[in-house]
């Protein structure tokens, strides 16, 4: 099994910033798709943003130019820099890993708040 383990969440004025990370004990996590969602209270789980094995990156509408996902294969972390937060970012933060199946963390909250 493979589990997924998020860290970084919080609380954060707007216009903050916080980096979530997400470790992956997998000896093959290099050939993983790496993904970030979120889900906010009464509202469907949605992509933010994903990163190949190959490095190539996709991101949501609603965060492109304020977020970056980013990958250290020999750390077996992915990264989500969060920069100029929304409080419409306010969600719990889920790490997805993919590779034949398709595996989640247990969520991190993020709050933006004043």
């Known amino acids: 099994q493979v589990h997924p383990a998020e860290s970084g969440g919080g609380l954060v004025q707007p216009g903050g910033s916080l980096r979530l990370s997400c470790t992956v004990s997998?000896?093959?996590?290099?050939?993983?798709?790496m993904g970030w969602y979120r889900q906010a209270p009464g509202k469907q789980r949605e992509l933010v943003a994903t990163?190949?094995?190959?490095?190539?990156?996709n991101y949501a509408d609603s965060v492109k130019g304020r977020f970056t996902i980013s990958r250290d294969n020999a750390k077996k972390t992915v990264y989500l820099q969060m920069n100029s937060l929304k409080p419409e970012d306010t969600a719990v933060y889920y790490c997805?890993?993919?590779?034949?199946?398709?595996?989640w963390g247990q969520g991190t909250q993020v709050t933006v708040s004043s």
């Open positions: 997805n890993a993919e590779w034949v199946g398709s595996y």
């Open positions: 997998e000896s093959i996590f290099s050939l993983y798709v």
């Open positions: 990163i190949t094995s190959a490095g190539s990156t």
